[in-house]
């Protein structure tokens, strides 16, 4: 098994904090994004979306798509349960992580995009060149700060995003927040509840992985 | 246990199907939102992201977005299985799954949200008005084009769209496109692979759910 990566990229952030959370060692190959080698001919053979991470099986089946991967690594590896350990932790920890792909990652993938200039006709990852909206870029912020607030609300009623538990619902909020401190969107310090949980959640040895 | 649904949606579209395919019967609880029963301060306590569906469990737990209403389903009601019988299948499902999430339904989303009159000041689904960004119409319908691209090249080597039999992965891809049509984007005539597998989709009693 192997992971492909790119150290400074966030969706694959997510798979490694998850392989971490495990105490897992998986070997990692590189792929350069800043240099476009995911959008050279080879990587279409490694994944045909031309995203990062892609999880290969000893079996040579690759797996796109952080959930996918992480999905992957919870039934081979059940413990610690990341994603719940009975239908109702399993479906309410899958809510959770879904609300912060949609309203955060997402929010950030287009504030990102859309303002970087070296992301010039890639307003979106993947296999299309999208040129880039202005208007995005407020939009994009707007919904960040939206993610923020409820993010901080619910941080005051649950010590984790989806309780009982420390998630991968925690992992993709975590990761989200990093990567819109890219484009200068943080929570403000009135955000209590959210900075009490980054806090636990940089003391945690995935925190760096 | 009931599902807060709203019949002509498509996202409540997918757990309904997925309810169809696995034999059950759960009572419905109708939310107009064209009438904006969704933005009434009563619903907030049923969802505050204000989307549905939301599964209501018989504890009360209640649980939104539709990929979360599937897997708690999934989980207490394995058979016929429709996210994967072991960890490779179920992260191959996922992947796929996920990615007709993104490259379809949100595109979708995008090219209708942005263009229809009704929509105004609503061009994303939940608690927040966003104005129509009217670059996002041709976009999303670009967005659209391809995902019907790669989904006639996939359905041509594979007879579901995640092997090795139907799944929820079909589900995404079929309301998908019954969606899409909503903006009559349509697969063209050459997408022959999507119109045979459409016609077999069609013939499943779970296609009316």
Redesign the interface.
């Known amino acids: 098994m192997k992971l492909y990566d790119c150290t400074p990229a966030p969706s694959p952030r997510r798979v490694r904090m998850f392989i971490a959370e495990k105490g897992l060692t998986i070997p990692m190959v590189q792929v350069d994004l800043r240099a476009g080698e995911h959008l050279k001919p080879e990587f279409a053979e490694i994944n045909?979306?031309r995203t990062v991470p892609v999880?290969e099986?000893g079996?040579g089946?690759r797996?796109?798509?952080a959930?996918?991967?992480c999905?992957?690594l919870e039934?081979?590896h059940p413990e610690p349960p990341l994603m719940g350990r009975?239908?109702?932790e399993?479906?309410?920890i899958?809510?959770w992580e879904?609300?912060c792909e949609i309203?955060g990652f997402?929010a950030v993938v287009e504030a990102f995009r859309n303002a970087t200039p070296g992301m010039k006709g890639r307003a979106?990852p993947?296999?299309?060149n999208?040129e880039q909206?202005p208007?995005?870029i407020e939009?994009g912020r707007?919904?960040v700060r939206?993610f923020f607030q409820?993010l901080n609300e619910r941080l005051g009623e649950s010590e984790f995003v989806a309780e009982p538990a420390f998630s991968i619902a925690d992992i993709t909020a975590f990761v989200c927040i990093q990567f819109a401190a890219w484009s200068k969107i943080t929570p403000g310090e009135e955000a209590t509840n959210i900075h009490r949980w980054l806090e636990a959640m940089r003391a945690r040895p995935s925190a760096t992985a």
């Open positions: 045909p979306w999880l099986l079996d089946t797996i796109s798509e959930i996918a991967c999905i992957y039934q081979t009975d239908a109702k399993k479906a309410v899958a809510m879904h609300r309203d997402l979106l993947g296999t299309m999208y909206i208007a995005l939009r707007a919904r939206h409820w």
